[in-house]
């Protein structure tokens, strides 16, 4: 199962596109917040199932503000993050996480990407495809693999 995971395109569809043509066919799609006006776009440029959340620039859609999906046997949190403080540190959402049993949880908001593991939670930030500001400012987001034996990859990517 091949996913790819985005978050933060603010209306930026050329660059979603970008990334659908280099990346081949996908999945599923994971949209982590502020689609803003996109939401129908994403829906059908995506041409698989898609996954979204509403972020802090969401006010035209009727998003929900997270999501409980299966991967494979993990069970994920979708949030854009920004009820959780993701911009001063994950701690407390890694603590909600784990209290729902969650393999990962994965947010956006900060436009930074990131994957890290904390005691067996996975945590995926795809970044920004729009406004990154990580160093280098490249537009960035996630292909997350699940193989035969239902293990996870996944890796942090660039559209330039």
């Known amino acids: 199962m091949k996913i790819l995971i985005v978050s ?7 660059n979603l596109s970008a990334v659908l043509e280099k990346e081949g066919p996908i999945d599923r799609l994971i949209h982590l917040g502020d689609v803003e006006e996109s939401r129908n776009y994403i829906i059908q440029a995506a041409g698989c199932p898609v996954d979204m959340v509403a972020g802090n ?9 997270e999501k409980e999906i299966m991967l494979g046997k993990y069970k994920v949190l979708l949030t854009h993050g920004h009820y959780y403080y993701v911009s001063l540190d994950t701690k407390m959402l890694r603590r909600e996480a784990r209290a729902r049993e969650f393999d990962i949880a994965m947010y956006g908001h900060t436009h930074k990407p990131r994957i890290e593991e904390h005691d067996g939670l996975i945590i995926m930030n795809p970044g920004s495809l729009s406004y990154p500001r990580q160093e280098g400012r490249k537009p960035s987001y996630i292909i997350m693999e699940i193989d ?3 293990k996870i990859h996944a890796e942090i990517k660039f559209l330039q």
């Open 57 to 65: 620039n969401d006010f035209m859609w009727d998003l929900p503000r």
């Open 8 to 14: 933060d395109t603010h209306r930026r569809d050329e």
């Open 148 to 150: 035969e034996e239902e």
